[in-house]
């Protein structure tokens, strides 16, 4: 399919290939659809642009005072930072406490961390919490990516534990991709 620069809009994909990404029916209807060319999208109320789990959890623990969170991830999962800051320098306020931003940081996972892993990044940006924020604790998440690429969250901890000398406790939901760790200090 040839690119049609007079249009300011891009195709969708699915409709530029004739395909779909939902259906309801057998096969066989599925098969007979494609051969007569009536191939048709299923309305259905399932969504991509869903709040992730990693997001959730960010969300939660960024409200922690005196914490910071590192999220294990591309810098794409970072962009709700900036909410997290507003919701949390908000809700100090309400309360007559003394406002300031939430301690957030990204390791910003790239495409070769995705291939060679992201171990070491994230190493860095835990110490770089504890340096720039001096946090009572340190929460870590992780996002699809780190979870997919399968870095050994807990081999990280265990190397910074004795580098910064602090205690540290490992949780992990499989299901969710999320790790927590906490790192008090």
Request: with cysteine; aromatic share 4%; net charge negative.
């Given at each position: 399919?040839?690119?049609?620069?007079?249009?300011?809009?891009?195709p969708i994909r699915e409709a530029s290939?004739?395909?779909?990404?939902?259906?309801?029916?057998?096969a066989a209807d599925l098969q007979e659809a494609v051969e007569k060319g009536n191939l048709a999208e299923k309305d259905r109320a399932f969504s991509?642009?869903?709040?992730?789990?990693?997001?959730?959890?960010?969300?939660?623990?960024?409200?922690?005072?005196?914490a910071a969170v590192v999220?294990?991830?591309?810098?794409?999962?970072?962009?709700?930072?900036?909410n997290f800051n507003f919701i949390n320098r908000s809700g100090q306020l309400k309360r007559g406490m003394r406002v300031e931003n939430a301690h957030l940081i990204s390791s910003n996972l790239?495409?070769?961390?995705?291939?060679y892993g992201g171990a070491l990044k994230l190493a860095q940006a835990?110490?770089?919490?504890?340096?720039?924020?001096?946090?009572?604790?340190?929460?870590?998440?992780?996002?699809?990516?780190?979870?997919?690429?399968?870095?050994?969250?807990?081999g990280v901890v265990d190397a910074i534990e004795s580098d910064i000398q602090v205690p540290a406790v490992f949780s992990l939901l499989q299901e969710q991709f999320t790790v927590t760790v906490l790192f008090a200090f």
């Open positions: 399919m040839a690119i049609d620069l007079r249009s300011a809009e891009v290939l004739g395909a779909i990404t939902g259906y309801a029916g057998t991509q642009c869903v709040t992730c789990s990693s997001v959730t959890a960010i969300c939660q623990l960024a409200m922690i005072q005196d999220n294990h991830a591309p810098l794409g999962c970072a962009g709700d930072f900036t790239r495409e070769e961390d995705t291939i835990v110490k770089e919490a504890k340096q720039r924020f001096n946090p009572k604790a340190v929460f870590i998440t992780t996002s699809c990516a780190s979870g997919i690429i399968g870095d050994d969250i807990q």
